[in-house]
């Protein structure tokens, strides 16, 4: 469905509503945000529905939902938003300076990343950008960076796809770690034990990549002892499961190297307790172009020749491996 023939015929205020109404699919709620009735929420709505002649929203119990039309209109208005946004901040910064708000989004994981950390301490110092930040898990992170939801991401797993291009920025070790000593003491040791594994988002791609690496194969990782028994809603939660003996789990080292000096968690040790490296990459829509605050905040997370060329990146997603 294309509404560009008919996008600058729209009302601004409507297209304001529809878009908030899109976001809470609450009339309330969104009469709530926008200080209006109710009754007002819903007659821009009808409003907007003659100008497209299209139905945008269906009832749902007390919900509405997007229908497919709604959908498209929803991501064409962000896009054509982000576009507007993007231009002004850029003719404003090549006269004022480099300002504007980067939004970005990543898994609780890459929180604790010394890259991540550092960027984090470097931006304070650039006067006019404004980070937004969000903790998302990686299918989230992708729809986001489709949807024009954020400028750019951090993620753990690698994927084919033409529009997307993936930089390596990082490296994360993946370590099986059990309740500390002096509970665990020899607890760990046992050839014949069965571990019980503390599920959490993220887990499996992990358990997947450091399993392959230990054991070679899939058919020797699915003989192993490990079973799914309890289930956290997030990294953090499952840190303190696996901290109060629920079970063990996987997790990148640098999450939990304090809890290992303190020996409330332990490492637990195989015969050949090679390291596995996991890759962390930054991820941004291809072929799109960025304001200046963005350029300048890739800038401070990649080495010169890993920049994207200004003002897109590259038509054709590359992976840049260390």
């Given at each position: 469905?294309?509404?560009?023939?008919?996008?600058?015929?729209?009302?601004?205020?409507?297209?304001?509503?529809?878009?908030?109404?899109?976001?809470?699919?609450?009339?309330?709620?969104?009469?709530?945000?926008?200080?209006?009735?109710?009754?007002?929420?819903?007659?821009?709505?009808?409003?907007?529905?003659?100008?497209?002649?299209?139905?945008?929203?269906q009832r749902a119990g007390r919900r509405v939902v997007l229908t497919s039309a709604g959908y498209h209109l929803q991501v064409f208005a962000?896009?054509?938003?982000?576009?507007?946004?993007?231009?002004?901040?850029?003719?404003?910064?090549?006269?004022?300076?480099?300002?504007?708000?980067?939004?970005?989004?990543?898994?609780?994981?890459?929180?604790?990343?010394?890259?991540?950390?550092?960027?984090?301490?470097?931006?304070?110092?650039?006067?006019?950008?404004?980070?937004?930040?969000?903790?998302?898990?990686?299918?989230?992170?992708?729809?986001?960076?489709?949807?024009?939801?954020?400028?750019?991401?951090?993620?753990?797993?690698?994927?084919?796809?033409?529009?997307?291009?993936?930089?390596?920025?990082?490296?994360?070790?993946?370590?099986?770690?059990?309740?500390?000593?002096?509970?665990?003491?020899?607890?760990?040791?046992?050839?014949?034990?069965?571990?019980?594994?503390?599920?959490?988002?993220?887990?499996?791609?992990?358990?997947?990549?450091?399993?392959?690496?230990?054991?070679?194969?899939?058919?020797?990782?699915?003989?192993?002892?490990?079973?799914?028994?309890?289930?956290?809603?997030?990294?953090?939660?499952?840190?303190?499961?696996?901290?109060?003996?629920?079970?063990?789990?996987?997790?990148?080292?640098?999450?939990?190297?304090?809890?290992?000096?303190?020996?409330?968690?332990?490492?637990?040790?195989?015969?050949?307790?090679?390291?596995?490296?996991?890759?962390?990459?930054?991820?941004?829509?291809?072929?799109?172009?960025?304001?200046?605050?963005?350029?300048?905040?890739?800038?401070?997370?990649?080495?010169?020749?890993?920049?994207?060329?200004?003002?897109?990146?590259?038509?054709?997603?590359?992976?840049?491996?260390?």
């Amino acid at each position: 469905m294309d509404f560009s023939s008919s996008f600058e015929c729209l009302d601004n205020r409507l297209l304001r509503t529809f878009l908030v109404a899109a976001e809470k699919l609450n009339f309330t709620a969104t009469a709530h945000d926008l200080n209006m009735t109710q009754s007002g929420v819903s007659q821009h709505v009808k409003k907007l529905e003659e100008q497209l002649s299209v139905v945008l929203f269906q009832r749902a119990g007390r919900r509405v939902v997007l229908t497919s039309a709604g959908y498209h209109l929803q991501v064409f208005a962000l896009r054509q938003a982000e576009e507007s946004h993007r231009l002004i901040e850029n003719i404003q910064g090549k006269q004022f300076g480099t300002s504007g708000t980067v939004k970005i989004a990543m898994p609780q994981s890459c929180l604790t990343l010394p890259e991540v950390k550092s960027f984090f301490s470097e931006i304070k110092d650039q006067r006019g950008i404004e980070l937004d930040v969000l903790t998302l898990e990686h299918d989230c992170i992708i729809d986001r960076i489709e949807n024009w939801g954020i400028d750019f991401g951090f993620i753990c797993q690698y994927e084919i796809s033409h529009s997307l291009v993936y930089y390596a920025v990082a490296q994360e070790e993946l370590v099986l770690v059990g309740k500390g000593f002096p509970q665990a003491q020899g607890a760990y040791t046992d050839p014949g034990a069965v571990y019980n594994l503390i599920d959490y988002p993220g887990l499996k791609y992990y358990f997947g990549c450091w399993g392959i690496k230990r054991f070679g194969d899939h058919q020797q990782l699915a003989r192993e002892p490990y079973s799914l028994v309890h289930k956290a809603s997030c990294l953090r939660s499952a840190i303190v499961m696996v901290e109060s003996g629920l079970g063990v789990s996987i997790f990148p080292r640098h999450c939990i190297e304090k809890r290992l000096a303190e020996n409330t968690l332990v490492e637990i040790p195989f015969e050949s307790n090679r390291p596995f490296q996991n890759e962390v990459y930054l991820v941004a829509a291809s072929g799109r172009g960025f304001s200046a605050s963005i350029e300048r905040a890739l800038e401070l997370l990649l080495p010169k020749e890993m920049q994207p060329q200004s003002p897109a990146f590259a038509s054709e997603p590359i992976k840049v491996c260390h």
